[in-house]
């Protein structure tokens, strides 16, 4: 039920990527394990574990669901990926990530793509210019006029602040959409 001047959620759309191929979270761990071994101690791998099995996801959706997959990776055991081969990934994949997502979310909105007056993207994963606010307003056609609000490295919590920051914006003015897309 809509409330008159409190902004509500109009539609939800995600994409997970290999979504037929998840890893469970037992093989997260154990590959995290294997990697990790020669740098923890018998105690954090025991504690590894537990969080696995207590955490409450029983499966995780990765863009390469092995390392060997990702073009030009270079495995070290030494060390994960450096952060340039991780933003590499995020500015190959984040565009393609966040147009399927919004696309269902405008669909599931009844939302007039036109209608949209403000996009607000989110993420802790990459950075990339122009920003990924702007490369959607491409993909998915939204007026020149939309205005863009790209929050980068707000952490874990940047999903809320996205939610709370759209929620703001349509309570000033009842006729703003804005398209919150967190990556």
Same mark, same amino acid.
């Given at each position: 039920k809509q409330y008159a001047n409190t902004p509500n959620i109009l539609g939800i759309g995600h994409f997970v990527p290999?979504?037929?191929?998840?890893?469970?979270?037992?093989?997260?761990?154990? *590959?995290?394990?294997?990697?990790?071994?020669?740098?923890?101690?018998?105690?954090?791998?025991?504690? *590894?574990?537990?969080?696995?099995?207590?955490?409450?996801?029983?499966?995780?959706?990765?863009?390469?669901?092995?390392?060997?997959?990702?073009?030009?990776?270079?495995?070290r055991k030494d060390r994960g990926m450096s952060i340039e081969e991780l933003n590499t990934i995020f500015v190959q994949q984040a565009p393609i990530l966040s147009t399927e997502a919004c696309k269902k979310a405008i669909l599931d909105s009844n939302v007039k793509k036109e209608d949209i007056t403000h996009i607000i993207f989110c993420t802790v994963s990459g950075q990339v210019a122009?920003?990924?606010?702007?490369?959607?307003?491409?993909?998915?056609d939204l007026p020149r006029s939309t205005q863009r609000i790209n929050l980068g490295f707000v952490g874990c919590h940047g999903g809320s602040v996205c939610i709370r920051l759209g929620a703001d914006i349509c309570a000033a003015n009842p006729r703003n959409r804005v398209l919150a897309v967190c990556c």
């Open positions: 290999n979504e037929d191929n998840p890893v469970t979270q037992y093989e997260f761990c154990e *590959a995290l394990i294997e990697a990790k071994q020669d740098n923890m101690t018998e105690e954090q791998i025991t504690r *590894a574990k537990q969080i696995a099995k207590t955490c409450g996801n029983d499966k995780r959706y990765f863009i390469y669901k092995h390392a060997y997959e990702i073009p030009g990776f270079r495995y122009p920003g990924i606010d702007a490369i959607l307003l491409s993909k998915l």
